[in-house]
């Protein structure tokens, strides 16, 4: 089983960045796909981006293509998302998870692990 555990939020102004930070560890850690996903106040968790077992292949939801970018240090047992051009409706509370599907898993139940989350605050 993996755990996995978020650092990173913070508060920021728009157009700013923060990158965020996702510490897996545990058995096999590094078989697993890691996703970061995000839910707003009032809104379901929606898919951000994903990033294969070997980091070669990475995903991206649409608003955050060019922005947004993961990554993965295997010997490090981490994943980050870098998060440039930061605007007010990245605002949310992220989250990384552990998925021993297909690298381009979009849904939270694809998706076996969680993490607590950490607060992300753009303002405008």
């Known amino acids: 089983q993996v755990q996995l555990v978020e650092s990173g939020g913070g508060l920021v102004q728009a157009g700013g960045s923060l990158r965020l930070s996702c510490a897996a560890s545990?058995?096999?850690?590094?078989?697993?796909?890691i996703g970061w996903f995000r839910q707003a106040p009032g809104k379901e968790r929606d898919f951000v981006a994903s990033?294969?077992?070997?980091?070669?292949?990475?995903y991206y939801t649409e608003s955050v293509k060019g922005r947004f970018t993961i990554s993965r240090d295997k010997a490090e047992n981490m994943v980050y998302l870098q998060m440039n051009s930061l605007k007010s409706e990245d605002t949310a509370v992220y989250y990384c998870?552990?998925?021993?599907?297909?690298?381009?898993?979009?849904?939270?139940?694809?998706?076996?692990?969680w993490g607590q989350g950490t607060q992300v605050t753009v303002s405008s």
């Open positions: 545990g058995r096999r850690s590094t078989s697993y796909v």
């Open positions: 990033i294969s077992r070997s980091g070669g292949q990475s």
């Open positions: 998870a552990a998925s021993q599907g297909f690298s381009d898993s979009r849904y939270d139940y694809q998706y076996d692990t």
